[in-house]
Nanobody
């Protein structure tokens, strides 16, 4: 099993920045592709960003491309989401997720491809 715990959410004004962290424990975090998703009130959960096990490849939703950056520090068992130029429409609960298929060379995009999920952290962007 892999346990994921997100942190770093909060309230920020439009144009501001936040950095989310996702700390992993349990099985070998460094082998797994990781992703960030978000769910706004009344909407379905949507893909935000993904990164391969090595950190060599990343992929972003069009809505966040150029503003958000996903990264990971395998020695710290942590994946990050740096969010800049935040907009009110970025308001959501943000979740990190792990794909247990070890050493995949491509990023994992599909929500149902992920095996482990954190509890989420709230991000609220005021206008």
């Amino acid at each position: 099993q892999v346990q994921l715990v997100e942190s770093g959410g909060g309230l920020v004004q439009a144009g501001g920045s936040l950095r989310l962290s996702c700390a992993a424990s349990g099985r070998t975090f460094s082998n797994f592709a990781m992703g960030w998703f978000r769910q706004a009130p009344g909407k379905e959960r949507e893909f935000v960003a993904a990164i391969t096990w090595s950190g060599g490849s990343t992929y972003y939703a069009d809505s966040v491309k150029g503003r958000f950056t996903i990264s990971r520090h395998n020695a710290k068992n942590t994946v990050y989401l740096q969010m800049n130029s935040l907009k009110p429409e970025d308001t959501a609960v943000y979740y990190c997720a792990a794909d247990r298929r070890a050493f995949r060379k491509v990023t994992t995009i599909g929500e149902f491809e992920y095996d482990y999920w954190g509890q989420g952290t709230q991000v609220t962007v005021s206008s």
